[in-house]
């Protein structure tokens, strides 16, 4: 029993380095940083990359909608959606079915901006990933998809967009909460 344990130390903690979770942490930070500054030549953020790539798959979405699929409430994107609508990217239209709500569709400028987010995030996945061979890459892959789904995120949304329009203290309340 005793041997056991010091396996599994072993294989997540090497010795003398850092764990795995931090790892993880450290890794996400930097990679959400780098795309961040890949995004900005685009004068985009993240959440704005992600709103292009829910609409691309979605189109005609309601802003209710979108904001239920990224996991907050429809108030919080409306700066995000009025950035977008502001650089022609983004058109809310009546919707079909709900007089009381507009439908999300990108513009010509903006499907154009999604292939140079496409692009982007290519590129910056190859940067990222050099270090390993394509069969480590979909390893990788497929182990962190288990993590996500046992930790229960959203599939293909950044948990950041539950904290899009947050005050740092609405952030801090609510991790209290949870402890």
């Known amino acids: 029993?005793?041997?056991?344990?010091?396996?599994?130390?072993r294989c997540s903690k090497p010795r003398g380095g850092p764990g795995a979770a931090f790892l993880l942490a450290q890794v996400g930070a930097h990679a959400a940083a780098k795309f961040a500054e890949r995004l900005a030549g685009l004068n985009l953020v993240p959440a704005h990359a992600g709103i292009f790539r829910i609409l691309s798959s979605t189109p005609a979405i309601s802003q209710q909608a979108l904001a239920a699929a990224v996991g907050t409430v429809p108030s919080r994107l409306v700066r995000l959606i009025d950035d977008l609508e502001s650089q022609g990217l983004v058109e809310?239209?009546?919707?079909?079915?709900?007089?009381?709500?507009?439908?999300?569709?990108?513009?010509?400028?903006?499907?154009?901006t999604l292939e140079s987010i496409s692009?982007?995030?290519?590129?910056?996945?190859?940067d990222l990933l050099?270090?390993?061979?394509?069969?480590?890459?979909?390893?990788?892959?497929?182990?962190?998809?288990?993590?996500?789904?046992?930790?229960g995120l959203i599939k293909g949304v950044h948990p950041g967009f539950a904290k899009i329009g947050r005050t740092d203290q609405e952030q801090i309340g609510k991790s209290k909460q949870k402890i």
């Open 130 to 151: 050099t270090a390993l061979s394509e069969e480590e890459q979909r390893d990788l892959t497929v182990l962190l998809q288990r993590v996500a789904e046992q930790q």
């Open 1 to 9: 029993m005793k041997r056991e344990r010091a396996d599994e130390d």
């Open 92 to 112: 809310r239209r009546p919707h079909e079915t709900d007089r009381r709500s507009y439908a999300l569709h990108l513009t010509e400028k903006g499907k154009s």
């Open 119 to 126: 692009r982007i995030a290519r590129d910056h996945r190859q």
